[in-house]
């Protein structure tokens, strides 16, 4: 199947520039502690992406570091897919940072598609952003098309050519292209070259799709089933909705509807058309696309970035300009549903129970207002577990690891919100106190915890140093833990930062 001619405008280095690092700054975007993006200045003195902070910062010692932000990242880009949908329709979102638009009608309508790429690429420069404009056979090839010098436009027909020489890297799947090329594959042309079912046997699905874009089709083949307008949900605000979260709200219930509607036909929806219809007559319409299938959480997300460019000022963060008159989600391309595994007692029935109880609570108290808790990656005891809102995706950016300073297992039975305030004593009576090479002024003998009698110290262990964003003054900790066991039984996590003791868990 030939893909279709798709234009794609990437604007390089997103997550650096929604957190207000210019291009010509050395600056990178950190998550999980290590770099997501960095700048063309930073990469100019061999800062790369995937390098640890540590790392980054030998290379380049006045490094610019900001924690990454995915909100901003796609509020801030919808002033780009505006700046493109003012000259052509149907802008498609593939993710902050990268659109497309098909190509075939605005071509002819612009005198050619080198016009077309050079005026859409002219059109975001002056909105402020800097950008790369490409047309190929397929979203795959266009948007390596935009990376390439600023844009070029492939001849139809040549997308599996141009592909050929470029590296296995560039299919964002390392694993997979790290197999290859012990194997001896090198390039997309020598993956492209491999027989097809004999891919699918060795590389299962994943690598049947990366086979697909090698030789320059569509990573899937779509469903037989059309998105006809019977699969479209729409919901009307009576009267308008001010607040973003109200029409943020529905539009998850919604995609809720959506999502059982598809599954009851074996099909499930990889890009969504989301339309806002506003109390003056406005509509504001974007495509959404998603690897995966786009979750009830995600569409919301999307709906509120939707939103953030219908701000009448920086300081009403949740007012809609002009107010909500009604909201509506379309699947746009359906695939064939591979299914999910269910819960191994059959508890399904359960949770969607529990999901639509949950949803009539949030109605009343707010989106935050149900929150369940997650065990993430993590240094310290209280910071594993995360309060995420009922429906929302679990948060990313923690890494399983390995975390320097960790607390060894096993874990704590408990953790107060906020660390006690401890005592530590040697048999003397004075503080136990830590030096910079971690060297322990006495053994400890008494521990007395939040106000509490001073109990007998029976065993003990540690310190175990702790140096965080050292790299950062403002926010720089350091500190030494201990594992404490009183003559009563009691066993604590004491850490001692700046002289001061504090007992951050206890075990059972």
Same mark, same amino acid.
């Given at each position: 199947?030939?893909?279709?001619?798709?234009?794609?405008?990437?604007?390089?280095?997103?997550?650096?520039?929604?957190?207000g690092?210019?291009?010509?700054?050395?600056?990178?975007?950190?998550?999980?502690?290590?770099?997501?993006?960095?700048?063309?200045?930073?990469?100019?003195?061999?800062?790369?992406?995937?390098?640890?902070?540590?790392?980054a910062?030998? $290379?380049?010692?006045?490094?610019?570091?900001?924690?990454?932000?995915?909100?901003a990242?796609?509020?801030?880009?919808?002033?780009?897919?505006?700046?493109?949908?003012?000259?052509v329709?149907?802008v498609?979102?593939?993710?902050?940072?990268?659109?497309?638009?098909?190509?075939?009608?605005?071509?002819?309508?612009?005198?050619?598609?080198?016009?077309?790429?050079?005026?859409?690429?002219?059109?975001?420069?002056?909105?402020?952003?800097?950008?790369?404009?490409?047309?190929?056979?397929?979203l795959?090839?266009?948007?390596?098309?935009?990376?390439?010098?600023?844009?070029?436009?492939?001849?139809?027909?040549?997308?599996?050519?141009?592909?050929?020489?470029?590296?296995?890297?560039?299919?964002?799947?390392?694993?997979?292209?790290?197999?290859?090329?012990?194997?001896?594959?090198?390039?997309?042309?020598?993956?492209?070259?491999?027989?097809?079912?004999?891919?699918?046997?060795?590389f299962?699905?994943?690598?049947?799709?990366?086979?697909?874009?090698?030789?320059?089709?569509?990573?899937?083949?779509?469903?037989?089933?059309?998105?006809?307008?019977?699969?479209?949900?729409?919901?009307?605000?009576?009267?308008?909705?001010?607040?973003?979260?109200?029409?943020?709200?529905?539009?998850?219930?919604?995609?809720?509807?959506?999502?059982?509607?598809?599954?009851?036909?074996?099909?499930?929806?990889?890009?969504?058309?989301?339309?806002?219809?506003?109390?003056?007559?406005?509509?504001?319409?974007?495509?959404?696309?998603?690897?995966?299938t786009?979750?009830?959480?995600?569409?919301?997300?999307?709906?509120?970035?939707?939103?953030?460019?219908?701000?009448?000022?920086?300081?009403?963060?949740?007012?809609?300009?002009?107010?909500?008159?009604?909201?509506?989600?379309?699947?746009?391309?359906?695939?064939?549903?591979?299914?999910?595994?269910?819960?191994?007692?059959?508890?399904?029935?359960?949770?969607?129970?529990?999901?639509?109880?949950?949803?009539?609570?949030?109605?009343?108290?707010?989106?935050?207002?149900?929150?369940?808790?997650?065990?993430?990656?993590?240094?310290?005891?209280?910071?594993?577990?995360v309060?995420?809102?009922?429906?929302?995706?679990?948060?990313?950016?923690?890494?399983?690891?390995?975390?320097?300073?960790?607390?060894?297992?096993?874990?704590?039975?408990?953790?107060?919100?906020?660390?006690?305030?401890?005592?530590?004593?040697?048999?003397?009576?004075?503080?136990?106190?830590?030096?910079?090479?971690?060297?322990?002024?006495?053994?400890?003998?008494?521990?007395?915890?939040g106000?509490?009698?001073?109990?007998?110290?029976?065993?003990?262990?540690?310190?175990?140093?702790?140096?965080?964003?050292?790299?950062?003054?403002?926010?720089? $900790?350091?500190?030494? $833990?201990?594992?404490?066991?009183?003559?009563?039984?009691?066993?604590?996590?004491?850490?001692?930062?700046?002289?001061?003791?504090?007992?951050?868990?206890?075990?059972?």
């Amino acid at each position: 199947m030939t893909a279709d001619r798709v234009l794609a405008v990437w604007c390089p280095d997103w997550p650096a520039t929604a957190v207000g690092i210019d291009a010509a700054t050395p600056g990178a975007v950190v998550e999980g502690g290590r770099l997501a993006a960095c700048t063309a200045a930073a990469r100019a003195v061999g800062v790369r992406r995937g390098q640890r902070v540590r790392d980054a910062q030998r $290379r380049c010692p006045d490094l610019v570091v900001r924690e990454r932000d995915a909100g901003a990242e796609g509020r801030l880009f919808e002033t780009v897919a505006e700046a493109v949908a003012e000259l052509v329709p149907k802008v498609e979102v593939v993710r902050p940072g990268l659109c497309a638009v098909p190509a075939r009608g605005a071509a002819r309508f612009y005198g050619g598609e080198e016009a077309l790429r050079v005026h859409l690429q002219d059109a975001v420069v002056e909105a402020g952003y800097d950008c790369g404009a490409g047309i190929a056979d397929g979203l795959f090839a266009a948007e390596l098309a935009a990376r390439r010098g600023g844009g070029v436009v492939v001849p139809e027909g040549g997308t599996a050519a141009f592909l050929a020489p470029l590296p296995l890297w560039v299919l964002d799947r390392p694993e997979l292209a790290g197999l290859l090329d012990r194997l001896g594959v090198r390039t997309l042309g020598d993956f492209a070259a491999l027989p097809a079912a004999s891919v699918a046997d060795r590389f299962g699905a994943d690598g049947a799709a990366a086979h697909r874009l090698a030789r320059g089709e569509e990573p899937r083949p779509l469903a037989p089933a059309a998105a006809t307008a019977e699969r479209t949900v729409r919901a009307a605000f009576d009267p308008p909705a001010e607040r973003a979260e109200q029409v943020v709200f529905t539009a998850k219930r919604l995609a809720g509807e959506l999502h059982a509607a598809l599954a009851a036909g074996g099909t499930t929806c990889v890009r969504l058309a989301v339309t806002i219809g506003f109390a003056d007559g406005r509509v504001l319409e974007r495509l959404w696309r998603h690897d995966g299938t786009l979750s009830s959480a995600a569409v919301a997300e999307r709906v509120r970035w939707q939103l953030a460019a219908w701000r009448p000022e920086p300081g009403t963060d949740d007012a809609v300009w002009g107010g909500v008159a009604w909201v509506e989600l379309a699947p746009d391309q359906l695939v064939p549903d591979t299914g999910r595994q269910q819960a191994l007692w059959g508890q399904s029935a359960v949770t969607e129970r529990v999901a639509r109880a949950a949803d009539r609570v949030q109605a009343l108290l707010g989106h935050a207002g149900v929150v369940r808790p997650l065990l993430v990656a993590g240094r310290d005891p209280g910071e594993r577990v995360v309060r995420v809102p009922v429906g929302d995706l679990p948060p990313d950016g923690r890494p399983d690891g390995p975390w320097p300073g960790g607390v060894p297992g096993p874990a704590p039975a408990a953790v107060p919100p906020e660390p006690l305030p401890a005592e530590v004593t040697d048999a003397a009576g004075a503080r136990v106190t830590v030096s910079a090479r971690c060297a322990v002024s006495a053994p400890p003998a008494w521990i007395a915890v939040g106000g509490g009698p001073a109990e007998e110290v029976a065993a003990w262990t540690g310190p175990w140093p702790v140096a965080e964003r050292w790299w950062d003054p403002a926010r720089a $900790r350091r500190r030494a $833990r201990f594992q404490v066991v009183t003559a009563g039984g009691r066993a604590y996590l004491a850490a001692v930062e700046g002289g001061r003791w504090r007992i951050e868990a206890v075990y059972d």
